[in-house]
């Protein structure tokens, strides 16, 4: 992590996700300025993991991603086997576009990587029709 913070933040946004006043994870968005696009990528502490606040800082970082940066997409990562993962780049809007097969080692077994995005159109789109929602039945 101290690492990502010392590169330059033209490309990489990064943000600590807290409880409190203390830093349990990161989250940032590796900038590909060229594309205006960019890869989702966190990092959480395991007594935080499964309590919605990656969900919370992905949806925020999105949206900032969007609507600060101008970027017109992005995509993320996520070990195939890792479900809770996978279910929430879903939860957040991001939609499964790949997998990759036997992508990633992990002891001397090759594990899936799904790859998940959402464009800005899609994301947009997304949100009106929350807000229409909420505006007929509220």
Do not use: P
């Not at 997998?99 to 990587?113: A, H, S, V």
């Amino acid at each position: 992590m101290s690492r990502a913070i010392l590169q330059d933040s033209n490309n990489f946004a990064q943000f600590a996700i807290t409880m409190g006043r203390k830093v349990v994870g990161g989250i940032g968005l590796k900038i590909e300025s060229q594309h205006r696009t960019a890869e989702l990528k966190f990092s959480i502490g395991a007594q935080q993991r499964a309590k919605g606040m990656v969900s919370e800082a992905a949806t925020s970082l999105i949206e900032y991603g969007f609507n600060v940066l101008g970027l017109s997409k992005i995509h993320a990562r996520a070990d195939g086997q890792n479900i809770g993962v996978v279910k929430m780049f879903s939860k957040v809007g991001m939609t499964q576009e790949g997998l990759l097969k036997g992508q990633r080692l992990r002891g001397d077994e090759r594990i899936d990587e799904v790859i998940f995005g959402v464009l800005r159109a899609d994301w947009v789109a997304k949100a009106k029709a929350a807000t229409e929602d909420l505006t007929l039945n509220g």
